[in-house]
């Protein structure tokens, strides 16, 4: 029976397309070859959570091996197809796509083949600091209060390794990646206001102070991961999967929002990198 769960377990892993072990985003120089498709979003963001899509409508899903539980969430891809390359950004889980297997937008689709094919050859890299559709956001999850804290980073370019939220009087406390893109406290963190420290996977760290306890509302900053950039002008088949719903959230208390008035915002930015490139699974 024990070898015979072996040789199962070896079937399953073979056709997953991805080992656990070797789950990771692209990331750094390496280049990929595998082929692409196109599809829409029906609503929202995709897995990522994101409210919605980019404003150029430049967007890819990824394989559950690259999207790696949402470590690849917010980054870019180039992808290059028989007619060019385009640039788009990770927004959603593709689940019965193998590794290799890009799924495009329809518009990005375009600018690197021809529709009509429907399928094509390509290959791709991660946009290594890639430009900035604007400064960093922070969204609180529907349902976060003082006893369960859950954010959302957006426009910090690379994926992200760490987020950790410093509330006043304390030290950082590091957060929880779920596979929908939220960073989480299970314990709380208090009412706030937080400084939220982002670290992405180059080592480039950033610090925004003053954000509030403040569920469903995106907050803008002034601070931009890494440089400046003007957003990108948006350009003038119907999904058949949606994305996985989020878990409701556990707090034991009813939520509450940001009380009273938060001190301004400051934002601080200090750049430890970018150091080498993470080890990627090939």
Known sequence: MSLLAAVVGVV????????????APPTGSAVHT????FYTLASGGGNCSYPGPPADRMYVALSPGEYAAAAACG???DVTGPKGTVRAQIVDLCPECPAGHVDLSREAFARIADPVRGVVPVTYRAAVNPRLPGPLTFRIKDGAS???FAVLVGNHGNPLRSVEVKPAG???QRLT???YNYWLRDSGLGS???AVRVTDVYGRRTVASGIALSPERTQRTSVFMYGRSAPRPAPGRTQ???PTAPPPATATVAPTGATGSAPAPVWTVRADGPAAAPASCG
């Open 12 to 23: 399953l892993l073979l056709r997953s397309g991805a080992s656990p072990a070797c789950a």
């Open 34 to 37: 595998g082929k692409a498709t």
């Open 75 to 77: 980054g870019y891809l």
């Open 146 to 148: 003082q006893w369960w």
């Open 170 to 172: 304390q030290g950082w």
């Open 177 to 179: 990646r779920t596979d």
């Open 192 to 194: 706030g206001p937080f």
């Open 240 to 242: 058949t999967r949606r």
